[in-house]
């Protein structure tokens, strides 16, 4: 279609890279947000807490006597900060969101762009040029989608944080139903640190991490197997010359050669573990690279990996 | 010490099969079994013992055979249905 308006290769690439200067910005200026507009002016709502949390309120909670007096007053310290802390949040929650999705958009837009005028338009040289303005813009998103584990995980990371500080309320909203002298601002001020921090990057991440390891360790201690493996010969045959391996290596009492070939494979290995010890180790990870499989291929496949790795100790 | 579940709409020859080729993988010998609650038999199968069993541990729902040694008992899936059953080796 450009090719009908006659422009020039020169004035052509020149127009693709004012696409690439200015498209970004249009697009930056417009990320997916994912969150609907909040009508709320939050920096006005964080002035008016700031009271709540700079120390004013906090005087006359000390300043009043009894429970009937300080309880209203710890109260509304706990909801104000409450409240500080969830604007915060979600100020951050939406930055998070934003920052996964806005640069990518642009970007790959102006790389569709002049891909679509790399393929329709020009002369070899022409296109060529394009083409090179092309990757150079897919390029750098390239580089930005090595992030897309950042974009898959921040949906996991942002969940995480909603279930942390949804626990961490428990215990404030628990503590705010007994009377000041069973549950005073200070103890209520440790809640709400953890409040706080339940919303960290980091705090999700511990969670997730130790939820990963407990499933991990689950699916050791709790191998399933869906069915008898009618395994093929060239399986059986190469498994057997494996384990034969192993078992006369135990046979021998040979832990060194035994933690070498878990070494090899990239297992560790305890110190002061037994010969035994590491022929379990080896055991476990054999059956569940290669027995959990479920087709043939995969586990022939498993075993020609474990083959190349294993070569300097066994052939099979 | 590596639990195997299986599948719970086995017949005896085949949860004896499965066994049989637990232990080899596993390079060591069955010592208890049972069920979990996911509805599936449990084998339970010693990885860091010296070696697999030969012959392989066996299965039964019938009586211990003669000269057979005991492993354990246990209720385990015959075809969808839970059987006391008693493992054993000769």
């Known amino acids: ?316 | 010490m590596t639990i195997v579940e299986a599948d719970p709409s086995y017949t005896v020859d085949q949860l004896n099969a499965f066994v049989t080729q637990s232990e080899k993988r596993l390079m060591g010998p069955l010592t208890a079994i049972g069920n979990n609650t996911n509805g599936k038999t449990t084998l339970t199968i010693d990885e860091r013992a010296p070696s697999n069993p030969t012959p392989p541990s066996k299965i039964t729902t019938g009586q211990l055979p003669v000269g057979a040694t005991k492993i354990g008992d246990g209720r385990v899936y015959i075809s969808g249905t839970l059987t006391d059953a008693i493992a054993y080796k000769t």
Do not use: H, W
Not at chain 1, 88 to 95: L, R, V
Not at chain 1, 206 to 232: C, F, H, R, W
Not at chain 1, 236 to 264: C, E, P, Q, W
């Open chain 1, 1 to 316: 279609m450009l090719s009908a308006l006659k422009l020039s290769p020169f004035r052509l690439i020149c127009s693709a890279i004012l696409a690439c200067i200015c498209l970004p910005s249009l697009f930056a200026c417009a990320p997916l947000q994912g969150y609907p507009l909040d009508p709320e002016d939050t920096n006005a709502t964080l002035k008016n807490l700031a009271p709540y949390f700079n120390g004013t309120v906090e005087a006359q909670y000390v300043a009043a006597a009894g429970d009937t007096s300080k309880t209203p007053i710890r109260d509304a310290i706990v909801y104000a900060r409450i409240r500080g802390y969830n604007i915060e949040f979600a100020d951050f929650e939406k930055s998070l969101y934003s920052e996964s999705n806005g640069v990518a958009v642009g970007s790959d837009l102006v790389g569709l762009i002049l891909g679509g005028l790399t393929a329709t338009t020009g002369n070899a040289a022409t296109k060529a040029a394009l083409g090179a303005a092309s990757v150079g813009v897919l390029g750098a998103n390239t580089a930005i989608n090595k992030d897309l584990y950042y974009q898959k995980t921040i949906v996991a990371l942002l969940s995480q944080m909603e279930a942390n500080r949804a626990k961490a309320k428990i215990s404030i909203i628990q503590g705010l139903n007994l009377p000041d002298s069973k549950y005073n601002l200070f103890q209520a001020y440790g809640d709400l640190d953890a409040y706080k921090n339940a919303g960290s990057i980091p705090g999700a991440i511990s969670v997730i991490t130790q939820s990963a390891e407990t499933q991990k360790q689950d699916a050791v201690n709790a191998m399933v197997l869906q069915g008898i493996t009618l395994e093929t010969p060239a399986v059986s045959a190469r498994y057997d010359i494996l384990t034969t391996y192993i078992l006369g290596l135990v046979k021998k009492k040979d832990a060194t050669t035994l933690g070498k070939m878990a070494n090899a494979i990239g297992l560790s290995v305890p110190p002061g573990s037994t010969y035994l010890d590491i022929k379990g180790i080896l055991a476990r990870y054999l059956y569940v690279t290669i027995d959990s499989k479920t087709s043939e291929a995969d586990k022939l496949a498993a075993l020609n990996t474990l083959a190349v790795v294993l070569k300097p100790y066994v052939t099979f």
